[in-house]
């Protein structure tokens, strides 16, 4: 077991996110080798907040016409948070994912990292699909 916990504010961050999700991330905190969090547009989105995101060039998915998984509580992101800071570093969140994905195979959830994707790297996403 990891001797990493979720803080208070990541908890409030996934506000909203679907409970199999949740039970996730929950899951991976405690069996992760690298400790992470969840950001404050990490989990559940309203389509203005996408929308920001969108215009921000940080989402391809503008929040009205293409709607973001994020919108439903059906995804979520993460950072790693290493030597008091946060990182989203490839192989920090490579093991992030790795507990993640590991949490999902052991309850059963079906869930996608976009770290795997092709076209658009999103290496601190995960969706239920």
Sequence with gaps: MSQYRLSKTSLRNLDGVHPELIDVVKMAIQITKVDFGIPSTGGY?????????YNDKKSQLD???KKSNHQTGNAVDVFAYVDGKASWDEHHLSMVACAMLE????????????GLWVSFIDMPHFERV
């Excluded at 989105?45 to 995101?53: G, H, M, W």
């Excluded at 949490?103 to 976009?114: D, K, Q």
Aim: charged fraction near 20%.
């Design 63 to 65: 929040g009205f016409d």
């Design 103 to 114: 949490a999902a195979n052991r309850l059963g959830v079906n869930l996608r990292w976009g």
């Design 45 to 53: 989105r309203t389509a203005s907040q996408q929308n920001e995101l």
